[in-house]
């Protein structure tokens, strides 16, 4: 529903953020929160009586969009029923959703470990790879995020790993493939492929391959760029694993649940299945917060018998795990995993192709399903970033510009770096999604003046 504008209301809930509300990953003075009044489907609205095409997902998880009614009501049945029970006991919503959950993972990842979101998946699955192998090291991805929590920050590639960097213990980062920017200066796929593979296998030989417990990567990076690895990769990084003993955690906190117009980014890569899977977000569209590791027949041998050392106050918590109840069945019932792959390959994908064209700040268009990135550049040729690496500031200015003219043709875009990424719900109409690609169209003038 349309919230009334209530400028009055919307001053007032600003000054109280701003007074008590520490946000993350923020400078607390210099930033200034939009005051938020509702929010529904694919849309949300300011105490102004403005209105915004989130093509941003939240935090790329309203995967169903916000308030849908089938969620809200389970949600709400939930509450009238059992708000809350604690973690050891067997309940209705837990074992459904745990059931829904392992029945579309790949392979034998049967077994669901529920945590409040996806750096405590990504905590657990670490440390279960470590228990299950008696090996101290993890392996992770430069372009990578995991997640803000001690452990997660330190598996992440990502710059905001740098100020709470504790030298990283534990952790050894390696480069996956990216063509656009080749970190192997490849000139096709097949070549980044065999060298992102050679140079993984090199890494892990010199940093003795009986240390390493894991080899941590998104499936598709997301919050790094959206880069869908080439074919044969994930089964090549499989196959290392199977060799030298390791295990393979893929991170589909932000992949998984349609995102990429399949249950699971890695149903994309024919027959790769990790060894465990970690997911958050789209597994209830964030509704109340959930996350989790699914498990393997293998790992959870190791915890058979022999108790496995960690919990949460709040693993599987009935809310949660009702609204992911809720969200999957939607999911399957409205067909979101295959309206997303569609919208993806007919609208979104040939959408901006076709700015690309028109656009010379647009170096690259990649992406699948809802999940895409728009590489912004000031020099097609030369490939130079729009802004440079980890700007902020006056030097962000034009990615800053990008985003406002966004805001003023009604849309709310996701920026990171020099890069815009395209992840609006799953289950956005070919219209919403057509009046966002005219916004962007708008928005991609004022990158174009930095060309
Ligand atoms: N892994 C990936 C791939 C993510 O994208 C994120 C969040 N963006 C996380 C882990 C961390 O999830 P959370 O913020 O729920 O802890």
Redesign the pocket.
Known sequence: MTPQPDPQLGAAVSAADRAHVFHSWSAQELIAPLAVAGAEGSYFWDYEGNRYLDFTSG???TNIGYQHPKVVAAIQEQAATMTTFAPAFALEARSEAARLIAERTPGDLDKIFFT???????ENATRMARLHTGRPKVLSAYR??????AA?INLTGDPRRWPSDNGSAGVVRFWAPFLYRSPFHSENEVQECERALQHLEDTLVFEGPGTIAAIIL?TV???AGIMTPPPGYLAGVRELCDRYGIVFIL?????GFGRTGAWFAVDHFDGVVPDLM?F??GVNSGYV?L?GVAISGAVAETFAKRPYPGGLTYSGHPLACAAAVATINVMAEEGVVEHAARMGADVIGPGLRDLAERHPSVGEVRGLGMFWALELVRDRETREPLVPYNASGEANAPMAAFAAAAKENGLWPFVNMNRTHVVPPCNISEAEAKDGLAALDAALDAADAHV
């Open positions: 935090l790329v998880y409040n979101g996806g750096a405590e998946a990504v990578s995020y995991h997640g803000g929590t997660a998104e990076p997301g919050t991170d589909e906190v932000m992949a970690t958050a977000k917060p996350g």
